[in-house]
């Protein structure tokens, strides 16, 4: 299925044109460490739930029962792993003083517009304030991670929380924490301009803002964190130069400091020091992570776009027009037990190896095949032992067959390639009708080794 940016407004559940809701790290202790799969291990069957979707597909606010019966079918059919998403365009879903309350704010929507058309912001703006009045409600009910936590560990699953670190802003959608910390956010040359929602972690504030929320959720019972690189804000109107914002006052001090070069004044600076520069902050804060996690016995995971950067590419998403990069120092992960395992070609689109976005890419060295033994190639032999290694299971169709002929893909990828699991997107796909949730049951017939009929 070729992505294009009417599924990614699928993913946050509205296709406002036509009105239609569619579907130095010496600190971290090496915790419950892992070994790669040998030939008798089964792969990990591991499914993301945003909960954002789940709220918003149900005519009235989702309950405590639901979520009981949501877990029920994904371990009846299956499914080891929950992967429950606790960000919502910069609101977090849950009971904190982390984040504004669930709500819409109109000015944001119509100051912010993700459409120039004003008919579809319009129809937008009047279906998200329903919504979002549907899951202050829920709110109110319940403490939704609280429960998915609950409900999997009764059941033996794992439970991962999910959590968008780049993620934190879109029409009317506003986060507290940048609302109290704009600065903190990628920054132009200029000093002038902001990647709206896409917070830097540059800043030590920033780093800390995640630690709470980490912390809190770690606090409920949660298995672990895993730091997403999804981002609805990368689908808003932007700049389209390359490398646009990365000059925050952190980035721009400390290449100073090391090389004596101001990157806002001075055109000869390096763009490759600077790259691992944001690199290195970058990894500030997943140290930071594996750090509250470690102490208490939880993993870390990270998203991991695949090869030497990850690109922040904006209007379009999948496009060549980079305005944000940063280097992937991901081996110092795994040296020093940083990462309990990467999802590797995180938010990708690794089935299409012939979409100009990889064009942007530069992967070294350049792919002979296609991107998933590429990815095997590159870091099993570094991360064996060591880290795991889960595949991005990408969007998937709506229609039963459809979905069952890309889980029959992913399972053959999965297991040829020897990751360890895969993290399937996303369990709305599977509840209407709940009878697909029978597909996730012979994926994993699949990757046991077990022969699986024709539908």
Known sequence: MKISRRHFVRDISLTVASGIM????????????????????????????????????????ITETQVEELVEHLYQNGVDVILLRM????????????????????????????TSDSSALEKWIAQRKEWNERYRQVLETFNPPEIFIREGHKRGMKVIMWIDIFDDMYSGHRSKFIDEHPYCQWTSRDGQSYFKGLISYAWKESREFRIKQAEELLALGADGIHCSTSAHCRHLPN????DF????????????KQYGIDIRKDDSFDREKW????????????????????????????????GDYTNLSADPYFGT???????????????????????????????QQDHEYWSAKNLNPAPTADLFSWAAAYYQPY???????????????ASEPEIEKQLTEWSQRTLANGFDGIDIHEA????????????????????????VNAL
């Open 383 to 397: 991360c064996n032992n060591k880290t795991k290694l889960y595949l991005f299971g990408e969007w998937l169709s």
């Open 428 to 451: 709305a796909n599977f509840e209407n009708p709940l009878t697909k949730m029978k597909l996730l049951k012979r994926m994993k017939r699949r990757l046991q080794g077990k022969t």
């Open 87 to 114: 960000g919502y365009l910069g609101y977090l879903p849950y009971h904190t003083d982390l984040s504004h309350p669930v709500g819409f704010d109109e000015s944001h929507a119509r100051q912010n517009p993700f």
């Open 22 to 61: 569619v579907n130095t790290f010496s600190g971290c202790r090496q915790l419950g460490r892992y070994s790669s799969r040998s030939n008798k291990d089964v792969p990990t069957l591991i499914v993301d739930i945003d909960f954002n979707d789940e709220v918003i597909i149900r005519p009235q606010p």
């Open 239 to 242: 700049r389209h130069k390359n």
């Open 275 to 306: 790259h691992i520069i944001k690199g290195e902050f970058m990894n500030f804060l997943y140290k930071d992570l594996a750090d509250v996690c470690h102490q208490k016995s939880k993993e870390l995971w990270i998203g991991l776009q695949l």
């Open 321 to 351: 027009n980079v305005v944000a990069r940063y280097k992937n120092l991901w081996k110092e992960l795994v040296d020093n037990n940083v990462a309990d395992a990467f999802i590797v070609g995180d938010y990708e689109i690794c089935s």
């Open 245 to 256: 914002f990365g000059f925050e006052k952190p980035v721009v001090e400390e290449y100073q």
